[in-house]
T-cell receptor, first 113, second 114 residues
């Protein structure tokens, strides 16, 4: 399978715990994006990388959120001290630079109890 | 707060009919628009895109129309099939300093009746 893969697909955690999601993009793609999606809404942009450089972060990305792409390949999104409002689907996507055609993974669903 | 999940615009069509899904955008400076399809439990999937220097673009069974005067975008699906049932999102390329991300609308749920 050469698509975008995300892990884990589902995560249930208690409020206050830290969680980390991993994304493996399509190997030839140099851009990697993180989006968040809640029920009935479109995806909301969180951040994106070009290679290993984090070029843009949304104001939605509070200081409890951190994303890395250390070698310009896979990326991790960590949420510290989770809150119930963090419950959402976290989507990763990749693309070639400048292309609007983002290839999304199937997402990591987070439930914070 | 509002339960937006209960207010997702819905379009119900008969199999074989044509579907038209509409989208309004707010920023006249947006120059690139994309339609995505999202099936239940999956990530969004690219359908078709259009740049602001075009009014119309056709793909396989799909056509996107762009009316910059009224900032309106539409997706037409010909001969709608049950497999077209999904939520459809329009998205615009970020403007100003936000050139790296897409801004998604709220989506329209398309239901195809056999």
């Amino acid at each position: 399978d050469t698509g975008v893969s995300q892990d884990p697909r589902h995560k249930i955690t208690k409020r206050g715990q830290n969680v980390t999601f991993r994304c493996d993009p399509i190997s030839e793609h140099n851009r990697l994006y993180w989006y968040r999606q809640t029920l009935g809404q479109g995806p909301e942009f969180l951040t994106y990388f070009q290679n290993e450089a984090q070029l843009e972060k949304s104001r939605l990305l509070s200081d409890r959120f951190s994303a890395e792409r250390p070698k310009g390949s896979f990326s991790t999104l960590e949420i510290q001290r989770t809150e119930q409002g963090d419950s959402a689907m976290y989507l990763c996507a990749s693309s070639f630079r400048g292309s609007g055609e983002l290839f999304f993974g199937e997402g990591s669903r987070l439930t914070v109890l | 707060g509002e339960s937006v999940g209960l207010h997702l615009p819905t379009l119900s069509v008969q199999e074989g009919d044509n579907s038209i899904i509409n989208c309004a955008y707010s920023n006249s400076a947006s120059d690139y628009f994309i339609w995505y399809k999202q099936e239940s439990g999956k990530g969004p999937q690219f359908i078709i895109d259009i740049r602001s220097n075009m009014d119309k673009r056709q793909g396989q069974r799909v056509t996107v129309l762009l009316n910059k005067t009224v900032k309106h975008l539409s997706l037409q699906i010909a001969a709608t099939q049950p497999g077209d049932s999904a939520v459809y999102f329009c998205a615009e390329k970020g403007y100003g300093g936000s050139q790296g991300n897409l801004i998604f609308g709220k989506g329209t749920k398309l239901s195809v009746k056999p």
